[in-house]
């Protein structure tokens, strides 16, 4: 009888799993031969997959999976708001174009960016569910956020950072890709956008250090220390990073997601300074801290990127972390101050000018 019954959940749960895992749209595109070939190109692949700059590692076993599950089900109230974080509904007058850089940050790391009278659009993740594959659901503390991409303005250009399930969204895409003129993406990345029907002539897909020159903008992407995947059999077979942005008057930096190392200042003495430097500042751990910064790295990487002010991000949106959903601000104003590095903490949905020179604690009243 037991046998049986192992023998009709396999007759069932084999196909169905195949299934998920080669049909699923979640998953995005699958590198094909031609791809992976162009890909090895790039002098940041190495041994089949794309490399990091400096020696990379998360403290990561099946021995220790044990532990970590048990003290990812301790503290949970606190990882995540009682209640849904508010977003400032879009004001379309207020981010006319009229020759002044404004931005919106959405929560975790999608950011409306205005630069140069153009609207761009960087890792537009606005879906409820940073999760969408897994037996355990990470939703977004805000509710409703897929539906301000059609309140948006017509897109210029989308900036991708890479092609993890917290940045590149599924259900976003969907919305975003007739929205958009243009598509920039580290390499591999493009290979999604096309499974979703992006058309492909929209797509530019660029190494680091590569310069684009887009209307009057210079746009590089720039090393970040992370890996790619979406996937069991995709891990770093696309590349990450993060963007430099500059007008002829103006300069933004945007870090991308990564631990911290030598990169941040050779954008400083490369790119900087910047008027606003978006730094990752969230979602870390000691088991995973090379490839995500603590907050007081964060605000070192904004010195060395030669930031006017830094904005932290990739956080307040979901939980990825076994941290309180309100360390990672706090910790990064405490050094901040220390180090007298002048920083924007904006509220999720405000729009930020470039004369904004100090912004609310927003969070504080929140449980």
């Not at 192992?6 to 895992?21: E, K, S």
């Not at 210029?156 to 969204?169: C, E, Q, V």
């Not at 978006?278 to 030669?306: S, T």
Request: glycine share 8%; hydrophobic share 40%; proline share 6%.
């Amino acid at each position: 009888m037991i046998s049986s019954v192992l023998l009709l959940i396999l007759g069932f749960g084999v196909p169905f799993g195949y299934y998920y895992l080669k049909k699923n749209p979640q998953f995005g595109g699958k590198l094909t031969k031609d791809e992976k070939l162009r890909l090895q190109q790039s002098e940041h692949w190495k041994n089949g997959i794309f490399q990091n700059l400096s020696k990379t590692t998360m403290d990561m076993s099946l021995a220790s999976l044990p532990k970590l599950i048990r003290e990812s089900m301790q503290g949970r109230k606190t990882r995540i708001p009682k209640e849904a974080i508010p977003i400032i509904p879009f004001d379309a007058h207020k981010f006319k174009p009229d020759g002044v850089p404004k931005f919106v940050w959405y929560g975790h790391s999608v950011l409306l960016l205005q630069i140069d009278n153009k609207n761009l659009l960087i890792d537009p993740m606005f879906g409820s569910d940073a999760s969408p594959v897994g037996p355990i659901r990470t939703k977004r503390f805000s509710k409703d956020s897929l539906h301000i991409i059609n309140k948006l303005p017509p897109i210029d250009a989308i900036l991708m950072t890479h092609d993890h399930y917290d940045h590149l969204d599924f259900g976003s895409m969907r919305l975003l890709k007739q929205k958009a003129d243009r598509f920039l993406v580290p390499l591999g990345v493009g290979r999604h956008l096309e499974h979703w029907g992006v058309d492909k002539n929209k797509i530019t897909e660029i190494d680091w250090w590569q310069e684009i020159k887009l209307f009057d903008l210079q746009l590089v992407l720039t090393p970040s220390r992370h890996f790619s995947g979406r996937g069991a059999w995709d891990r770093a077979k696309s590349l990450w990073g993060g963007w430099v942005i500059k007008s002829a008057k103006h300069s933004v930096y945007w870090s991308g997601d990564g631990g911290y190392d030598d990169h941040f200042k050779e954008v400083g003495e490369r790119f900087g300074p910047f008027d606003w430097g978006f730094m990752e500042c969230g979602q870390y751990n000691e088991r995973w801290h090379q490839i995500h910064m603590y907050p007081e790295e964060a605000v070192q990487a904004a010195l060395d990127a030669k930031v006017a002010y830094a904005i932290p991000v990739h956080w307040g949106a979901f939980s990825l972390a076994l941290h309180h959903w309100k360390e990672p601000v706090a910790r990064f104003i405490t050094e901040a101050g220390k180090k007298d590095q002048p920083y924007l903490t904006p509220e999720p949905g405000e729009i930020v000018s470039i004369t904004t020179e100090k912004t609310s604690s927003w969070w504080e009243p929140l449980n």
